[in-house]
């Protein structure tokens, strides 16, 4: 097989929709699994649309999950240049080369004509190909006037245009359905349609994959490749990509859904490899059902075959659960780092022992963004009720909370260092003392230094936090609490 190329070209708009950045992955790892190349080209034909910033936002994006471009605007390449805005004037040539050879023509229609078919009685989805048989004197002469024009291809009226997809098999679409698209504007950019099929030739582009929302174009464009003699690509359409609705059913994934971009999905705190790999198998399933990949094991793994013409369902709760896989992975510096800026927003000034505060939150955070409340108590004890200090399975009520708090407090205070284990030690003295579970002892010291009762940690991890002082001052506070109401 000649050389695999594939393609991500994306058209700038500000924003990495994750139906995006899965045809960027399955692109690269197409190429990756027949030792390709992966090429890089911005679609940037359509000007009124054109999104300041949009570019490097792609840039970014990639480089964040670690999909690298053998070939692109940034990194050059043979076939460049791969910004499309830059190849203006590449276009019209072949635009006229069809016109030549009676496979398109030019259009004269004024944008009122346009606007009148789609109004009234005679609703009309497409062009009526009022130009298509213009005689060559009447070209001549609005041509010489300087008449503003696009350039249309010229479908077939009859028979019907068949190809095959990798993914969705043989498809065939009736050629009167074909509606004559613009190839050229009246602005001398190509559309998008147009563009796309001459430059995926020009790179040598072997495997076009995009979304499922082309293949009903892709007879227009392979009506191109015939006219020109060029061989056709081999076609990779993905499935959709569905949200889950409030009342089972599903829809095309959109913002009601969930975070739909990948830097909406970062910024709620999942990590840009869990979000890769959660997209990877947004439509891809490996043979033996694995779920956790990093990039370079998909690269190993992914295979054309394993692609599904079922519509996928994005998941939220599944890539929250991957997240967590992902950040239980780490060492725990790791976490530590990753986790910084959030303990940084609750307490800019002032240093926790980060470490133990990691190694209880670790095990229980699903998403970064999580992290701030559930240390916010650290900071500041929220108001709490005496109930919290009954608890059946403890064996705790608000009399035996009073003996635990009194015995528990002075023995802390005596403490010379410190740490988990000085507090572990001094504490788990006491039970056996006072005849109780350790359950017992620990409650109402939690329920004290915490004002919760679900809180990351347990009782000694929280009072080594907390620090001496503070974590003292809350036992008081907990146990003046109780004698209170235990007064009234
Ligand atoms: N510029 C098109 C888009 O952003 C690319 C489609 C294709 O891959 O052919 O959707």
Redesign the pocket.
């Given at each position: 097989m000649k050389d695999v190329r594939t393609?991500?070209?994306?058209?700038p708009?500000g924003f990495m929709h994750v139906g995006?950045l899965r045809?960027a992955l399955y692109e690269y790892l197409i190429a990756k699994s027949f030792n390709g190349k992966f090429v890089l080209r911005i679609?940037d034909t359509d000007q009124e649309r054109l999104v300041e910033g949009a570019v490097q936002v792609i840039y970014d994006t990639l480089k964040q999950v670690g999909i690298f471009h053998d070939e692109g605007p940034d990194v050059g390449g043979d076939f460049g240049p791969y910004i499309q805005s830059k190849r203006k004037n590449l276009y019209l040539p072949y635009a006229q080369e069809l016109v030549k050879s009676g496979k398109a023509y030019y259009c004269f229609c004024s944008k009122e004509r346009l606007d009148s078919m789609h109004k009234g009685e005679h609703v009309f989805e497409g062009y009526d190909r009022h130009c298509r048989d213009l005689s060559q004197e009447e070209v001549d002469k609005q041509l010489a006037a300087g008449t503003p024009y696009v350039i249309r291809q010229k479908m077939p009226m009859t028979g019907f245009t068949t190809f095959t997809d990798v993914v969705y098999g043989e498809i065939t679409i009736e050629n009167t359905e074909l509606e004559d698209q613009i190839l050229i504007k009246s602005d001398g950019y190509p559309t998008?349609n147009f563009a796309?099929v001459v430059d995926?030739h020009l790179m040598g582009i072997t495997h076009?994959?995009?979304?499922c929302e082309?293949l009903t174009s892709t007879p227009k464009y392979n009506l191109l490749y015939e006219a020109y003699g060029w061989k056709l690509p081999t076609y990779v359409h993905l499935p959709m990509i569905m949200g889950k609705n409030e009342d089972g059913s599903v829809s095309k994934l959109s913002k009601r859904h969930g975070s739909t971009g990948f830097v909406d999905l970062v910024n709620e705190g999942y990590l840009p490899e869990a979000i890769v790999n959660y997209i990877a198998l947004l439509g891809w399933c490996p043979k033996d059902n694995r779920e956790i990949f990093t990039l370079s094991e998909l690269a190993e793994y992914f295979s054309v075959d394993g692609i599904s013409k079922s519509p996928a369902v994005f998941d939220y709760d599944k890539l929250t659960w991957m997240n967590g896989e992902y950040l239980r992975a780490m060492t725990l510096d790791g976490f530590t780092q990753l986790a910084m800026p959030s303990y940084k927003k609750v307490f800019p000034d002032q240093d926790l022992d980060w470490g133990v505060l990691s190694s209880i939150l670790q095990p229980r955070v699903t998403k970064l963004n999580q992290i701030a409340d559930m240390i916010h108590f650290f900071k500041e004890l929220p108001e709490y009720s005496t109930e919290l200090f009954i608890n059946k399975k403890s064996k705790t009520n608000t009399t035996n909370s009073v003996t635990m708090l009194e015995a528990a407090i002075p023995v802390l205070e005596s403490l010379d260092y410190w740490t988990t284990e000085s507090i572990h030690d001094a504490l788990l003295a006491l039970p056996e003392k006072l005849e109780v579970k350790n359950g017992t002892l620990l409650w109402p010291v939690r329920i004290a230094a915490a004002g919760m009762t679900v809180t990351p940690g347990g009782a000694i991890e929280i009072l080594t936090i907390l620090g001496k002082a503070e974590a003292i001052k809350r036992l008081n506070m907990g146990l003046k609490k109780l004698k209170d109401e235990n007064k009234e």
């Open positions: 393609r991500f070209a994306p058209s708009t995006n045809t679609e998008y796309n995926d076009v994959v995009r979304g082309y």
